[in-house]
């Protein structure tokens, strides 16, 4: 079984910064890519920003320039610094990771129990 721990949120005044954390830990082999999601309320869940094993990089437009992911493949852990933080980036942030439990390449593919983020005017 493979375990996603976030950590990190809370409330910040807009231009504000959080840094969000996200924890791996069981059965895991390898990871392959690790993201970062966020919902709104009355929202669907959408991509935040995602990072491959290789460190390649994808962000939602409305993150780009304001917030970086990064990962500490030792710790298996996934961070996402965000910085000039906005009302409307009020959200439960979810971190998602896949990758392989062992060496069969038996897949997982889990998501943490989110974090909320709350920005105030």
């Known amino acids: 079984q493979v375990l996603l721990e976030e950590s990190g949120g809370g409330l910040v005044q807009a231009g504000g910064s959080l840094r969000l954390s996200c924890v791996a830990s069981?059965?895991?082999?390898?990871?392959?890519?690790m993201g970062w999601y966020r919902q709104a309320p009355g929202a669907q869940r959408e991509l935040v920003a995602l990072?491959?094993?290789?460190?390649?990089?994808r962000y939602a437009d409305s993150a780009k320039g304001r917030f970086t992911i990064s990962r500490d493949k030792s710790k298996n852990t996934l961070y996402l610094q965000m910085n000039s933080l906005k009302p409307e980036d009020t959200a439960v942030y979810y971190c998602?990771?896949?990758?392989?439990?062992?060496?069969?390449?038996?897949?997982?593919?889990?998501w943490g129990q989110g974090t909320q983020v709350t920005v105030s005017l």
């Open positions: 990072i491959t094993s290789g460190d390649m990089t």
């Open positions: 998602n990771a896949d990758g392989f439990r062992n060496e069969n390449y038996d897949s997982f593919d889990v």
């Open positions: 069981g059965s895991i082999f390898r990871i392959n890519a």
